[in-house]
């Protein structure tokens, strides 16, 4: 037996004693079985603790501790005991607040620009009705040519200009009637005849000017018109349309622009609590006691550490409930009852005693693997020992202790045990069994082994002389063991048929929220009732978070909405403008490329007579002087006349030139620049359909992409709710609640208040008392004699020698290889075939009226004998 303090574990290694009152009962070889009368003694080791504590929760999350008490340091309440960085927290405060005033600033420029966007509309509407107007006059006035006005403004002209031609007709015969009569010279006789010639050329430009002036207007120029004003018409109804939606999206604007704000503020006041709770003051008097994070005592807790907010680092014992907790075998358990002494020796302190009683002993046993704190490792477990948990309360105050001391307690019990007694020494124990040499034969003595004494159960033993030396029956060779002509039995664990498991439902996602209230162990309650309450802080701001990211998607869908209707209009209004533009541009194209102008055909014309006719003049004039013997003019004179001659021929030149292209139609440039003209409104035509239908397609995307989101904040809001709801439990059943063992902040212990629970985490569970089995595994060799429905004895060593019947109700036909465990020991586990082929069978045990508790170890015999 390893001694006392050689591990550091926590849950108890027995040693059992007892007080033994007579002579001694052996020589040295034989020893004679006497009756006695004992008082069983269980030591165990047993550990400090308080049966309250106040736990201390992180505040904040994620903060580092900027400075914390030591570990055990004795505080009063409201003594200041941790405080956090809030270096950080400050930091992101400030930035926080900048980033509202920029969100502030942003939003009245936005609320702004909203205003703005709605006057410049309404001054695009008017400034198109301006236009509008200017086009409907242009059309009225095209629609009502000839214009009286301006035809008798034409014929008034050609009057003018045929008196002017009939006047310079009578001038020109004046003037060769007094040429005739040498009255005049022949250069007076010259501007007679030019004027003349340049009346009558203006009289036909007049007369062609009236008849221009009486004709109507062109089918093409009124299907100019008539388009320009069509697109004005179009664009004025796409502004009224939308200066009407204009007010309803500037408000769903405004609500979307403000959420963000408001997000900002819910972060703002998030980090001004983490500000205000950066102290935690201590909530009772007592010795601070850091709490496990992952498996190690201390590892995390110190200056700097991280932790999520409402992990509990920290607990305060309250002192006055100081107890000592430890183990007991379930072999022993039936020898001691509540009110039992018990002694309890700390280490380090051999000298002072502590004199307690045992307070409770828990009404389930469990497995000694199960430790009340351990890790999901399997490393040094112990499996197959049952044990009980115990309490054991001090008599007086003990002011010296502190919570997580250990030592041993060595419990007494009150009532004696009666019955015969040998030396340990004398017993060979086998497969759990121990055996007594009666005449040198090994012979089976059930009993209690009580430090090194066995206390038999069979009165029959007493009187009879048992021997160090002997062998058991069957032995074929020496020094070989031979088989026990006895009944089959094997153990297993005692659990319920039936059992309802209380589950965590869906409550969200990591950090996982704290139980705050947890109905009373081993309660009895009705489906319905309420048995776990759950912290559904931080669900609530997430609900609040959630709504205020539904409102804005709401916003956001409500918005495209209306921009997708208002596209598809604006659509429709681009594509109509610009196939009326294309339709202009054809028009256009088609006037410069086929058509000629009249009036510029009229000037052309005119201009070419004119310039003949002064041609005309400077040549006779010229020619005059150069036939002349003596000239009249000086060499200067004659130089300036041949210029203007030259000058005049050019002018002549430049007319035809001109005529001919007037008569040409446009030149090749303005033909390709129409052309060209035409092709890019053509493209550009087509380029607005195709961006229409992309724009309607890409808006009809965003659009549905906002439903979608807005359905997703909007199931995710649901589910939010219906987390919160699930924050309280209530019981699936009717019966009797068990805790469950979970993993709560690094270690695995039973559910408490306090404790960090998850989804689907089985907290609680209702078993069926009323109906309990038992799963055990058998060798192969057997399978031939087990049958379903064969009746068995079940025997609970912690209830005494009551015998249960019980009946074969499963039967596994798959077989598996039984191996050893190197870590498995105890009485109960050694019963269990080993290393071996073995299949498992489910029996039903029949309690009749008994309300069996789950747990217990029970050890099934089978009808035949054991080989």
Same mark, same amino acid.
């Given at each position: 037996m390893d001694s006392f303090f050689h591990r550091t574990k926590m849950l108890a290694v027995f040693a059992c004693g007892v007080a033994v009152f007579g002579a001694p009962l052996a020589t040295d070889e034989y020893c004679c079985v006497e009756r006695r009368s004992l008082k069983p003694v269980c030591t165990m080791k047993v550990q400090a603790f308080t049966e309250k504590a106040e736990?201390?929760?992180?505040?904040? +999350?994620?903060?580092?501790?900027?400075?914390?008490?030591?570990?055990g340091t004795l505080v009063k309440k409201g003594d200041v005991i941790t405080t956090f960085d809030t270096t950080q927290t400050a930091f992101d405060l400030s930035v926080l607040k900048r980033e509202l005033g920029v969100v502030e600033a942003q939003l009245a420029h936005r609320l702004t620009e909203i205003e703005n966007q709605g006057a410049q509309m309404a001054e695009r509407l008017e400034g198109l009705a301006d236009k509008l107007a200017v086009l409907? &006059?242009?059309?009225?006035?095209?629609?009502?040519?000839?214009?009286?006005?301006?035809?008798?403004?034409?014929?008034?002209?050609?009057?003018?200009?045929?008196?002017?031609?009939?006047?310079?007709?009578?001038d020109l015969a004046r003037a060769k009637d007094r040429l005739a009569r040498e009255m005049i010279s022949v250069g007076e006789?010259?501007?007679?005849?030019?004027?003349?010639?340049?009346?009558?050329?203006?009289?036909?430009? &007049?007369?062609q000017e009236l008849a221009y002036a009486e004709l109507p207007a062109t089918s093409g120029t009124l299907k100019e018109v008539e388009l320009e004003v069509a697109n004005v018409q179009l664009e004025i109804d796409k502004l009224t349309n939308e200066l009407a939606e204009h007010k309803l999206i500037s408000e769903i604007q405004k609500v979307g622009a403000q959420t963000r704000k408001k997000r900002i503020e819910i972060r703002i006041s998030e980090k001004q609590e983490d500000l205000d709770s950066s102290t935690v003051q201590a909530p009772i008097d007592g010795y601070v006691t850091y709490n496990r994070t992952s498996g190690d005592w201390q590892t995390e807790i110190a200056v700097g550490a991280k932790m999520w907010e409402n992990f509990n680092f920290l607990k305060i014992p309250d002192m006055s409930t100081l107890a000592f907790r430890g183990v007991m075998r379930?072999?022993?358990?039936?020898?001691?009852?509540?009110?039992?002494?018990?002694?309890? $020796?700390?280490?380090?302190?051999?000298?002072?005693?502590?004199?307690?009683?045992?307070?409770?002993?828990s009404t389930l046993s469990h497995d000694l693997a199960e430790k009340e704190e351990g890790s999901w490792s399997s490393v040094g477990r112990e499996f197959g020992v049952k044990v009980f948990d115990v309490v054991i309360a001090t008599d007086g105050p003990c002011p010296w202790i502190r919570p997580g001391m250990v030592g041993a307690a060595e419990a007494t019990a009150q009532a004696a045990m009666e019955g015969p007694a040998v030396p340990l020494r004398f017993a060979k124990a086998r497969d759990g069994t121990h055996f007594l040499a009666v005449d040198g034969i090994f012979q089976e003595a059930t009993g209690t082994v009580v430090q090194d004494v066995?206390?038999?159960?069979?009165?029959?033993? $007493?009187?009879?002389?048992?021997?160090?030396r002997g062998r058991f029956s069957g032995t074929m060779e020496d020094g070989a063991e031979g088989r026990e002509d006895e009944r089959f039995s094997v153990s297993g664990e005692l659990l319920p048929v039936k059992s309802i498991d209380v589950m965590v439902r869906d409550i969200g996602r990591w950090p996982w929220p704290k139980v705050t209230w947890l109905v009373d162990e081993e309660t009895e309650v009705k489906a319905g009732d309420v048995v776990v309450k759950l912290d559904a802080k931080e669900t609530k701001n997430r609900i609040r978070e959630e709504e205020n990211r539904l409102n804005e998607a709401k916003s956001r869908r409500d918005e495209l909405s209306k921009r997708l209707e208002l596209s598809k209009r604006e659509g429709t209004f681009k594509l109509a403008t610009e196939r009326n533009l294309l339709a202009i541009e054809q028009l256009k194209a088609d006037r410069v490329l086929s058509g000629v102008s009249a009036q510029a055909l009229f000037g052309a014309e005119l201009t070419r007579e004119l310039t003949t006719i002064r041609l005309d003049d400077v040549t006779r004039r010229l020619e005059r002087e150069e036939g002349k013997r003596v000239a009249s003019v000086s060499p200067v004179e004659l130089a300036k006349q041949r210029r203007e001659k030259r000058r005049q021929v050019l002018k002549l030149e430049e007319a035809r030139i001109k005529e001919k292209r007037v008569l040409a139609g446009a030149d090749p440039v303005a033909r390709s620049a129409a052309k060209l003209a035409l092709l890019k409104q053509e493209v550009k035509t087509s380029v607005t359909e195709k961006e229409v239908g992309h724009s309607q397609l890409r808006q009809?995307?965003?659009?549905?992409? &906002?439903?979608? +989101?807005?359905?997703?904040y909007e199931k995710r809001l649901a589910k939010l709710k219906k987390q919160a709801a699930n924050h309280v439990i209530a019981s699936p059943g009717a019966g009797m609640i068990c805790y469950n063992k979970i993993w709560n902040s690094g270690t695995i212990s039973k559910v408490n208040v306090g404790s960090q629970v998850g989804p689907r985490f089985n907290i609680l569970?209702?078993?069926?008392?009323?109906?309990?089995y038992v799963s055990v595994e058998v060798p192969e060799k057997y399978f031939s004699q087990v049958s379903e429905g064969m009746s068995l004895e079940v025997q609970i060593p912690s209830l005494g020698e009551m015998v249960l019947q019980a009946r074969l109700v499963g039967l596994d036909f798959i077989f598996e290889n039984k191996e050893k465990k190197d870590s498995q020991v105890g009485l109960y586990s050694s019963h269990e075939p080993l290393g071996e082929v073995v299949f498992k069978v489910r029996i039903q045990v029949d309690a009749g009226e008994r309300k069996l508790k789950p747990g217990a170890v029970a050890e099934v015999f089978f009808p035949f004998r054991q080989f």
């Open positions: 736990m201390v929760a992180c505040p904040v +999350s994620w903060t580092p501790i900027s400075t914390i008490v030591e570990d409907e &006059a242009r059309q009225a006035r095209l629609r009502s040519l000839p214009v009286a006005d301006e035809v008798e403004i034409s014929r008034g002209k050609y009057r003018i200009a045929k008196m002017n031609a009939e006047a310079a007709e009578v006789m010259s501007k007679a005849e030019r004027a003349w010639r340049e009346s009558g050329a203006r009289g036909r430009f &007049a007369e379930e072999s022993v358990r039936k020898h001691f009852a509540v009110g039992d002494p018990a002694l309890v $020796t700390l280490r380090g302190r051999g000298d002072d005693p502590v004199q307690g009683r045992i307070a409770s002993i066995l206390v038999l159960d069979d009165d029959t033993w $007493t009187g009879k002389t048992v021997g160090m009809g995307f965003e659009y549905e992409q &906002a439903v979608l +989101s807005f359905v997703r569970s209702i078993p069926d008392l009323s109906q309990m």
